[in-house]
Nanobody, 122 residues
Framework: QVQLVESGGGLVQAGGSLRLSCAAS????????MGWFRQAPGKEREFVAGITRTGGTTDYADSVKGRFTISRDNAKNTVYLQMNSLKPEDTAVYYC???????????????WGQGTQVTVSS
């Protein structure tokens, strides 16, 4: 069992930056690929970024490539999402998720956090 708790969301102006954190409980954090997803009002939840168990490989949605960076610290059981050059269309609830493999993370996750709101004003 893995419990995930996100933090770091808030209100920011367009062009600004935020860093989200996701703290995981349990000893098996390094056994999971980790990812960030988001859901905007009236839209389906979508994949944002993912990272392998060791942090050696990452994957991004086209809409955030070059602006967002995912990273992890297995010693701290934490995964991060650095978000730069934020746009109003990035406004959403951001969720942290854990899955077995990065290659299947977009469609196969085992655990979810409760989400943190990110609002980007124009």
């Amino acid at each position: 069992q893995v419990q995930l708790v996100e933090s770091g969301g808030g209100l920011v102006q367009a062009g600004g930056s935020l860093r989200l954190s996701c703290a995981a409980s349990g000893r098996t954090f390094s056994s999971y690929a980790m990812g960030w997803f988001r859901q905007a009002p009236g839209k389906e939840r979508e994949f944002v970024a993912g990272i392998t168990r060791t942090g050696g490989t990452t994957d991004y949605a086209d809409s955030v490539k070059g602006r967002f960076t995912i990273s992890r610290d297995n010693a701290k059981n934490t995964v991060y999402l650095q978000m730069n050059s934020l746009k109003p269309e990035d406004t959403a609830v951001y969720y942290c998720a854990a899955g077995r493999l990065l290659s299947t993370l977009r469609h196969d996750t085992n655990y979810w956090g409760q989400g943190t709101q990110v609002t980007v004003s124009s």
